[in-house]
């Protein structure tokens, strides 16, 4: 097999710089919020436009906002267990190629609930969140698409661009 076409970067073995473990806390984190209100407010949307639709009813408001109400609460039930018992782990690797992160098992098992959790109350946007964090268990970013960065010691992150 030849590496004709491959560049440097993908022919070069990939070494770790620095590594270091982080725990993420959920009912803190603008970004999960961010994320499981357009998930939750999106589905209930859609539900709450299918009820109108069907009833023409001002009840379709109340089921729409019911729905919401209902998964939002399981959100915080959840994320406060995960606080209390300390949050996800995640690892942070800089290396010779890019940026990795590697969840825990908890955010794992977390992803797991978020699916199931979307499967019973019937919330689609929860069911493609759980997926969704359950893809992004391992995430990899080449310095060539980091542009900028910002760290920030108040809020425990670094923002890439």
Same mark, same amino acid.
């Given at each position: 097999m030849s590496n004709e076409g491959l560049s440097a970067a993908e022919?070069?073995?990939?070494?770790?710089?620095?590594?270091?473990?982080?725990r993420i806390r959920v009912l803190s984190n603008a970004a999960v919020w961010g994320g499981m209100l357009a998930a939750f407010g999106i589905g209930a949307c859609l539900v709450t436009v299918l009820f109108l639709a069907i009833s023409r009813s001002?009840?379709?408001?109340?089921?729409?906002g019911g729905l919401f109400a209902f998964v939002m609460l399981i959100f915080? #039930?959840?994320?406060?267990? =995960?606080?209390?018992?300390?949050?996800? +782990?995640?690892?942070? &690797?800089?290396?010779? #190629?890019?940026?990795?992160? =590697?969840a825990g098992k908890g955010a794992g +098992?977390?992803?797991? &609930?978020?699916f199931w959790t979307g499967v019973l109350a019937?919330?689609?946007g929860a069911v493609g969140a759980g997926l969704l964090a359950k893809a992004e268990?391992?995430?990899?970013?080449p310095y060539g698409q980091i542009a900028t960065?910002?760290?920030?010691?108040?809020?425990?992150?670094?923002?890439s661009g």
């Open positions: 022919t070069t073995p990939e070494e770790i710089c620095l590594v270091w473990d982080a001002v009840w379709a408001l109340a089921v729409g915080l #039930l959840v994320g406060l267990v =995960i606080d209390l018992f300390g949050g996800f +782990r995640v690892t942070f &690797a800089l290396t010779t #190629l890019g940026v990795r992160s =590697i +098992r977390a992803a797991d &609930a978020a019937g919330s689609a268990q391992s995430a990899f970013i960065s910002r760290a920030s010691n108040r809020k425990s992150s670094v923002r």
